[in-house]
T-cell receptor
Framework: GIQVEQSPPDLILQEGANSTLRCNFSDSVNNLQWFHQNPWGQLINLFYIPSGTKQNGRLSATTVATERYSLLYISSSQTTDSGVYFC??????????FGTGTRLKVLA | NAGVTQTPKFQVLKTGQSMTLQCAQDMNHEYMSWYRQDPGMGLRLIHYSVGAGITDQGEVPNGYNVSRSTTEDFPLRLLSAAPSQTSVYFC???????????????FGSGTRLTVV
């Protein structure tokens, strides 16, 4: 099955800093999602991004499907951005495979 | 509109016991799924369903059964609990992939299960 690798595994930022999270996947995909899991365990969908670029406020995502990677950009980070960020590509019908995540801590 | 509701939130089982984790959604989503999350391993797909009467296996289906008799409900049954099934279980739902830009993928708040 598809293999998913996320980097870096851990990231510590000062409030206001920018960051880029990377997701590499081993096979072609027909969809890809980014999720944020907050420190209380709640999972929130951030983006559906099978290809191209999308932006939502301070967050944006880019997927280059032909090169099998996706990037999540966080600008002007805030303490509320802390948590774990997961990418989940989908290589078949509805089978989303999660990476092990990037754990982000934003310091005030 | 409650979203995705999971019950119970916490459960302790003895090895060999069976139980059912409940998941219900009120968004008329066709797709529902179950994941388990273990420390440092992300989420792994157990089973999923694309509509009432249709289910399929995910990455780690052994030891679990599902059924989908209605659009709203997707229960997960543990047949004979084992300590290896100690985990946090999440249910999720969304609209089907039909060229939408947003499928409304929504997770429940999770069930923390301990098998002793």
């Amino acid at each position: 099955g598809i293999q998913v690798e996320q980097s870096p595994p851990d990231l510590i930022l000062q409030e206001g800093a920018n960051s880029t999270l990377r997701c590499n996947f081993s096979d072609s995909v027909n969809n890809l999602q980014w999720f944020h899991q907050n420190p209380w365990g709640q999972l929130i969908n951030l983006f559906y991004i099978p290809s191209g670029t999308k932006q939502n406020g301070r967050l944006s995502a880019t997927t280059v499907a032909t090169e099998r990677y996706s990037l999540l950009y966080i600008s002007s980070s805030q303490t509320t951005d802390s948590g774990v960020y997961f990418c989940a590509p989908c290589s078949g019908t509805y089978k989303y495979i999660f990476g092990t995540g990037t754990r982000l801590k934003v310091l005030a | 509109n409650a979203g995705v509701t999971q019950t119970p939130k916490f459960q302790v089982l003895k090895t060999g016991q069976s139980m059912t984790l409940q998941c219900a959604q009120d968004m008329n989503h066709e797709y529902m799924s179950w994941y388990r999350q273990d420390p440092g391993m992300g989420l792994r797909l157990i089973h999923y369903s694309v509509g009432a009467g249709i289910t399929d296996q995910g990455e780690v289906p052994n030891g679990y059964n599902v059924s989908r008799s209605t659009t709203e409900d997707f229960p997960l049954r543990l047949l004979s609990a084992a300590p290896s099934q100690t985990s946090v279980y999440f249910c999720a739902s969304s609209f089907r992939h039909q060229g939408r830009d947003n499928y409304g993928y929504t997770f429940g708040s999770g069930t923390r299960l301990t098998v002793v």
